[in-house]
């Protein structure tokens, strides 16, 4: 069965940084694409980015030139760069394959002065 283990996120201010991780397991996680997707109170969760099985991304139109997202297949691990951070970047961050399966806990990013 499928886990994914999301962590990394926190509290920041404004303009603020973080690097998210999701540990996968249950799959030959070099075998698939994986994305981030997030989810603010209140709204539909939403794709921030994804990357292929060759390192090929692509990124949603809100945080488009603010995050990076790559992987490391030897350590079945997914990272997301969050830069320039917002107040409306505030959300439950979760990561999954291209076709999402069963959903992680996510990882709370709060953006606040």
């Known amino acids: 069965q499928v886990q994914f283990v999301e962590s990394g996120g926190g509290s920041v201010q404004p303009g603020g940084s973080l690097r998210l991780s999701c540990a996968v397991s249950?799959?030959?996680?070099?075998?698939?694409?994986m994305s981030w997707y997030r989810q603010a109170p209140g709204k539909q969760r939403e794709l921030v980015a994804q990357?292929?099985?060759?390192?090929?991304?692509n990124y949603g139109d809100s945080m488009k030139g603010r995050c990076t997202i790559s992987r490391d297949d030897a350590y079945n691990t997914l990272f997301l760069q969050l830069n320039s951070l917002k107040p409306e970047d505030t959300a439950v961050y979760y990561c999954?394959?291209?076709?999402?399966?069963?959903w992680g806990q996510g990882t709370q990013v709060t953006v606040s002065s």
């Open positions: 999954n394959t291209y076709v999402p399966r069963s």
């Open positions: 990357i292929t099985t060759r390192g090929e991304t």
């Open positions: 249950g799959i030959t996680f070099r075998f698939y694409g």
